[in-house]
Each structure stands twice: as C-alpha cells, then as structure tokens.
C-alpha cells in the first residue's frame, strides 16, 4: 500500500449518524439546494476572480467559503488567532503550511473561511469534468497518491509554493477519520517542505458538535468509508443544531523541530489534544 494511501477504521454504518434534533424534509431540501447553489457559484466566479488582487481574492475565497458552510445549516465557530506571526507576511517571505485532521468534505470550505490556499489534491479530481479544471484554476496541487516514486516531486511543488509565499492547506492524516478518539498519524513528507522552504506550520483542529452534545460529536458530519456524497449531504442538512469548530493552534516554526517526522508528531500532538491552546476569545456565527 503507498504510503499516501492510508486507511482509517471508520465506516458510515459505524460511524456517520446523527441522533439528535432532525430538521423536516423541507427546510432541509432547502438548504440542500442553497448550499449546492453557493458551490456551483463559486466554481463559475473562479476564473474571474484571478483577475483580483491577492488581498481582495482571499477576502472574496474566505465569504464565499463561509457562506457555503451557513447555507448548508452548520454554525462556525472560531477560536485562536488566525493572523500570521510578526514578519510572516512580509515582502519575500515564505508562506505557511496549514495542517488539520481530516472529517468531513465540510472541513475544505471551513478551513478556506480562516485560511484561504492552495488545497494537495489528489490527482484523479483534475480529470472531472468541470470540477477537474477549475480546480486546476484554483491553484490545487496535485498528488499521485498511488505512486510512492511520486513523493520527492509532490514535496518539491509544494515548497516551491511556500516559497513562493503561497499558503497550502494540507490534511496529513491522508483520509477522512470519524472524530472519534485521536484520528490518524500525520504523514511527515509534506512537513519536508515546510523545512526545506523555512515556512511556519499553522495547525488547526476541527470539531463537529450537536446541540445535545458537550463533546465533539461528529457523526452527522464524518464523511467516510464509502459513504455516498448525496447521503452526507442529507445528513448535514436535516442535523438540526450542527456547530463546525475550527480552533486555530500557535504555528510551529519548521526549523524548531529536528526533522519532518518529529515536525509531524508535534503538529499531530497539537491538533489531536482537547486542551491545546484553548484561547479565550471565541467568535460564534
């Protein structure tokens, strides 16, 4: 097996349900199809909007992007401070490399509404139709999962994008986990070219919960397995009371760790721990 194709426990009879408020099948079909709608509206602007500055191009990714997580009926809350560390986004300066445990196709539109970037793709989605393309548009790199000779090229692409000054959204665990416990281990190829770019890793954490739940409760969220698209999509919407938390943790220097695995094991440790960093602020919506 490659080793960018890791696989996790979870599957949707195990693991994908939801059992608490449920919405009636109208207002859920709704927001199906506004949801479905603010997709289709931002993959037709994609193009249009690299003709903006790289300003008003994040601000614009970052409203449709929490825009796409409201229509589908899921609250936000963001916790941390998202904004890059003293000198970080200065001329020259190298991006950052933005990891997150892996639970939902909800985390790609979560994580652009604090951190618009470049997304690490797999490299079948660059051959759906429409999808495929503007993905390509986009900035998405593309990685041969099946392919481990194609490793080296994948971390040489994605430290020249940090070098670049390009932020690239990662998520190292390589598959979608329930939310369930401590999920996967972080693969350490892509922390090689945070070092070898000298570009910070911002960690970020991401929790589903459930108006009758203290804890994460990611069940009506989890996307796993061979769970069908449409039947995720149903499940979010008709979750009444689905909150998405995205905490955002203290960013790693790359050069402060020896070597991408212990870079990896840290970010890991930082993502998959309940009390990391927990600021005092939070921002609900």
Known sequence: MSAWLPTAPCTPHTCAGHDGPVRGALPAT????????????????????????AGQRDRLIRWWAYAVVRAFGVRIQVTGDPAPTAGADRVGA????????????LDIPLVAAVFPGRM?????????????PLAALGGTLFV????????????RTIAGALRGGSRVVVFPEGSTWCGRGSGGRFRPAVFQAAIDAGAEVRPVRITYRTARTDGPAAGAAAF????????????VVTAAGLTAEIRVLPPIPAGTRPGRRALARTAQTAVASDTANRSAESVHH
């Not at 709704?30 to 500055?53: D, F, H, K, N, R």
């Not at 190298?94 to 196709?105: C, D, E, F, K």
């Not at 797999?122 to 495929?132: A, C, D, H, Q």
């Open 30 to 53: 709704a927001l199906l199809l506004a949801g479905c709608t603010l997709v289709l509206v931002g993959a037709l602007c994609s193009a249009p909007a690299l003709l903006l500055g």
């Open 94 to 105: 190298p991006g950052a490399l933005v990891v997150a445990n892996h639970i939902s196709w």
């Open 120 to 132: 690490l793709a797999k490299s079948e989605i660059r051959g759906w139709p429409v999808l495929g």
């Open 144 to 155: 041969e999962r099946d392919r481990l000779r194609a490793l080296p090229t994948t971390v």
């Open 224 to 235: 796993v397995g061979d769970d069908p698209l449409t039947a995720s999509l149903w499940r």
